[in-house]
């Protein structure tokens, strides 16, 4: 079975800078998508940024030029740097893997869930 487990959450002053990591653990398809979403209370869940095993990347506007989605595929960790944090980036932050085996099975994965607190 797949497990993602999140870190490095915890509380900031907007302008400074944390570093979330999301390990994998299990039998992990090598061609995969992985990222981050967050979620605050009453809003929807929203895309962060994404990585694949190829290394494309994708970020939501919000989060262009101060935010870094990198990967480590030996360790099998997704890693995001925040940079320039601002209070509404203040959510619940979710590590997702995302991927479809050869036979066409789909398979997506979330961990826990780690909190991000930025205050002003």
């Known amino acids: 079975q797949v497990q993602l487990v999140e870190s490095g959450g915890g509380f900031v002053q907007a302008g400074g800078s944390l570093r979330l990591s999301c390990a994998a653990s299990?039998?992990?398809?090598?061609?995969?998508?992985m990222g981050w979403y967050r979620q605050a209370p009453g809003k929807q869940r929203e895309l962060v940024a994404y990585?694949?095993?190829?290394?494309?990347?994708n970020y939501a506007d919000s989060v262009k030029g101060r935010f870094t989605i990198s990967r480590d595929n030996a360790k099998k960790t997704v890693y995001l740097q925040m940079n320039s944090l601002k209070p509404e980036d203040t959510a619940v932050y979710y590590c997702?893997?995302?991927?479809?085996?050869?036979?066409?099975?789909?398979?997506?994965?979330w961990g826990q869930g780690t909190q991000v607190t930025v205050s002003s």
């Open positions: 990585i694949t095993s190829g290394r494309n990347t």
């Open positions: 299990g039998s992990i398809f090598s061609i995969n998508t």
């Open positions: 997702n893997l995302y991927t479809v085996s050869p036979g066409g099975i789909r398979y997506d994965y």
